[in-house]
């Protein structure tokens, strides 16, 4: 089965190659045959991929020992699925899911594809097979996951324990699907460049794909951050890692390509902007996996620091992001600009969007790249950190937020913008008095804490806005206005939500940040501690024994006024033999939107023992907020429009919306 | 304002918002980046009172002192110099003797370093490369025995 696995993974590599050449010169020459030859084969190469990707899971959950990896990353005694998951645990496993996800997405375009021109078609599935053959080829040489053992060892060195988590099962698919989807619209852009041509139909072919990969990354890096938070016991959900900025720049600028493509589709403006931030937003996709998987930055993420695979993922880096650009120089002059719009307008917000999108994308980027520079440079080793990103980052994102609620509201080509701030006085009214209850009744809130609340109410009351004057609320009759509402795009709904999860995103950053508290300190059996009208009583450790690790289980005890036990609270050290590794498993308990969080620390002599204990208010609406805008891109994916082949049906009620007032 | 008046204002606007954010980066990179040392550069490097570093060593073996609460003292050494650090709250799981540790934080007056974040490293194979790298830059680099 292994051996079938790695011949599977080998024939997929023969095969993206044919996927790159045959389709390409078939569009060259205008060859029907040899153009058709690359939907079958993309198919072909995605299901070896996945068989690969099978063989390889199949010797994870048997725990088949003989095989390199699997000895390296897994032990006879885990759960089996922290089995399975630790297939992709590893850097091996993780580039074969990588691929595996890229496949995936050649042989979506082919099989649905069916309606695009044929030589966008062959172009897009040769580029996409392009990606797919190197990373092919890197993990054919420099990472092969099947490389066995002789003699077979007995047992296995057993997976991180860090990762030995549901969140190791969610996380990086999810991530993987974001960051590799980005790659449809490079192949797109790529396409374009090569043909020399691009129209609206090509947007209307692009947004989907964008929405797909926004999508799934959103929820990736949600998932990473909870994750995060609550694995690593260090309560933070946020930590400007450069790992965690390598998943961030392409979300930046995968937003901002949302909205630039969303011009391009109404408009056919911003034509050549959109095809750069494709190529762009792939290209950070492809600089993440750099960073992560070199080993040029040390990190959980980092598995292996072998550095022929750093130099290997450079040569593709450059390969790909310098070829893609060049391209761009010399064609993208070929490419029509589009429509013309006045600053004031929805094309305007958008474009200042974008520019805000993209330039804190380039701090980020500045802010990740500088410590290995200034090494490469000279011998001085920096970080950056936090205190770096709060002061460019955050200053970039305020006013970002604040101008999100006018621009879904602005009309096409020129907008209004005073009507517009007239709609918007109920939104305003509600942020302000957000603002006063904020800073009259909440002790301890500074004034930053209260706009910070404002800005977050602005925002889920300014995504209400856009769908209550959409539906006219007001203006017309309930009947009419429910009969509206019915009736609106799905794309006004999955903006509204998206710019909703976004508020919500920011009142749990500023809930958490601004009216947390925080404890350290010793206790014994017994004792009780008070922290924001919460009282916890400790209990003590008890020992206990998992399948692969045995445990002290600090036992908490949070009381009710009357003194009762309302609920229990388990935080523990873990320490798994095999590593000789401890992980901390904090305690969290859930009491609305926030959460009490708490971590046991060492054991002194005497018996006691370093607890730390935090407030989290409306920490969940953090990652709730994702998961909101999650649900708005899949909203926008339902829309009728983005169905490509869907047949355009006629809006049949008579009360439907003034086209005008439509996105 | 004709066309041309209004197409340069919204340029010239976006050059200056660029230049804006251009210069609040540079500034944050001279304020907020904070370097990294090995206990024996200090004596060669210049801080500020006050200025936050990281600093980067091994755990010296039996230094590590459990005070009253909270508040832990140990000693960061590369193998020619030591020094003292403390530090209130949780440290890492894998925080032990004889390991990579970085420190984050500032000097007191009295020389010893007041430590706001301790880092120890991910697994058993992972040495925080800072500390690494300053090892073997020293000579006094051994390779793990973890195989």
Not at chain 1, 66 to 72: E, F, K, L, P, R
Not at chain 1, 415 to 422: R, T
């Amino acid at each position: 089965m292994v051996e079938t696995g790695h011949f599977a993974l080998v024939l997929a590599f023969a095969l993206s190659l044919v996927q790159t050449l045959v389709p390409l010169f078939g569009a060259r020459i205008n060859n029907q045959k040899m153009m058709a030859v690359g939907g079958p084969v993309a198919v072909t190469g995605f299901a070896l991929t996945a068989l690969s990707f099978a063989a390889l899971a199949t010797a994870y959950a048997t725990s088949d020992f003989s095989v390199a990896n699997v000895w390296d990353n897994s032990h006879s005694l885990q759960p089996l699925i922290y089995k399975i998951t630790g297939t992709w645990g590893n850097h091996e496993g993780s580039m074969l899911l990588w691929v595996l996800i890229l496949t995936f997405f050649g042989a979506l375009v082919a099989a649905f594809g069916s309606n695009l021109p044929a030589t966008l078609r062959a172009n897009v599935l040769a580029v996409q097979g392009a990606i797919g053959a190197t990373f092919l080829l890197f993990i054919l040489a420099t990472s092969n996951p099947f490389a066995r053992l002789n003699p077979a060892p007995i047992e296995g060195r057993d997976l991180n324990p860090i990762l030995q988590d549901l969140g190791l099962a969610i996380h990086p698919p999810l991530l993987y699907l974001g960051y590799v989807g980005f790659s449809i619209c490079f192949s797109f852009s790529v396409a374009a460049l090569i043909e020399g041509r691009i129209d609206a139909s090509w947007a209307r072919w692009v947004r989907p794909w964008t929405l797909v990969a926004w999508m799934f990354l959103t929820g990736g890096i949600a998932m990473g951050s909870y994750w995060a938070y609550y694995e690593l016991g260090w309560g933070g959900f946020w930590f400007w890692d450069p790992v965690e900025n390598a998943s961030f720049m392409p979300w930046l600028a995968g937003t901002a390509l949302l909205h630039s493509a969303i011009v391009m589709e109404k408009r056919s403006a911003l034509k050549i902007w959109t095809l750069l931030l494709a190529i762009l937003t792939f290209s950070l996709s492809l600089l993440g996996t750099f960073l992560v998987r070199s080993g040029v930055l040390t990190s959980v993420h980092a598995f292996a620091t072998d550095p022929t695979r750093g130099v290997f993922i450079l040569c593709i880096l450059t390969l790909f992001i310098g070829g893609s650009l060049a391209l761009f120089a010399f064609r993208a002059s070929r490419l029509t600009a589009g429509g013309l719009f006045h600053p004031v307008s929805r094309e305007g917000a958008l474009v200042l969007n974008n520019l805000f999108l993209t330039t804190a994308t380039a701090t980020v980027l500045i802010g990740t790249l500088y410590p290995l520079v200034v090494e490469a440079v000279s011998a001085d080793k920096i970080s950056v950190g936090a205190p770096f990103f709060n002061l460019t980052f955050g200053p970039l994102m305020v006013p970002l937020l604040v101008v999100v609620p006018f621009g879904p509201l602005l009309a096409w080509k020129r907008g209004d913008i005073f009507a517009v701030a007239q709609r918007l006085m109920a939104a305003f009214a509600a942020a302000l008095l957000a603002v006063l209850v904020t800073a009259l009744f909440i002790d301890g809130a500074s004034v930053f804490a209260a706009l910070g609340v404002g800005l977050a109410f602005w925002l889920i009351c300014g995504a209400l806005t856009d769908i209550a004057v959409k539906s006219g609320f007001g203006s017309v009759a309930p009947g009419i206005m429910l009969r509206r509402f019915a009736g609106l795009p799905r794309s006004v709904f999955g903006t509204a939500l998206a710019h909703l999860g976004l508020g919500l995103t920011t009142l749990g950053i500023v809930g958490t940040l601004c009216f947390g508290t925080e404890k350290i300190l010793s206790m014994h059996a017994g004792e009780t501690v008070q922290l924001s009208g919460h009282t916890l009583r400790f209990e003590g450790l008890y020992p206990a024994q998992g399948p692969n690790y045995s445990e002290d289980r600090g036992r908490f005890a949070l009381l009710g006024a009357d003194g009762s036990t309302t609920a229990m609270i388990t935080s523990s050290k873990r320490s798994y033999p095999v590593r000789q590794m401890t992980t901390t498993e904090s305690g969290i308990k859930t009491i609305g939107f926030s959460q009490l969080y708490l971590s046991l620390g060492d054991e002194a002599t005497d018996g006691s023992v370093v607890v730390r204990l935090w407030w989290k208010p409306l920490v969940t609406l953090i990652w709730g907020g994702g998961l909101v805008m999650m649900a708005g891109a899949a909203m926008s994916l339902m829309d009728r429009r983005l169905r490509v082949g869907a047949p355009s049906r006629r809006r049949k009620s008579a009360g439907a919306v003034p086209s005008a007032s439509l996105p | 304002m004709t066309r041309k008046q209004k197409r340069l204002s919204v340029i010239a606007g976006g050059l200056a918002f660029l230049g804006a954010a251009t210069g609040l980066t540079f500034y944050a990179l001279g304020q907020k980046a904070s370097y990294f040392y090995m206990p024996a550069d200090l004596t060669t490097a210049s801080l500020q009172p006050g200025q936050r570093i990281r600093l980067g060593g091994l755990v010296e073996k039996g230094t590590i002192e459990r005070g009253q609460g909270t508040t832990v003292a140990f000693s960061v050494t590369d193998n020619q110099k030591q020094v003292k650090v403390t530090y209130t709250g949780i440290l890492p799981d894998l925080f032990r003797e004889e390991q990579g540790v970085i420190t984050e934080g500032a000097f007191r007056p009295d020389g010893v370093f007041v430590a706001d974040s301790v880092l120890a490293k991910h697994d058993e194979n992972y040495m925080p490369k800072e500390v690494a790298d300053g090892l073997k830059s020293k000579g006094v680099w051994q390779e793990s025995k973890s195989d």
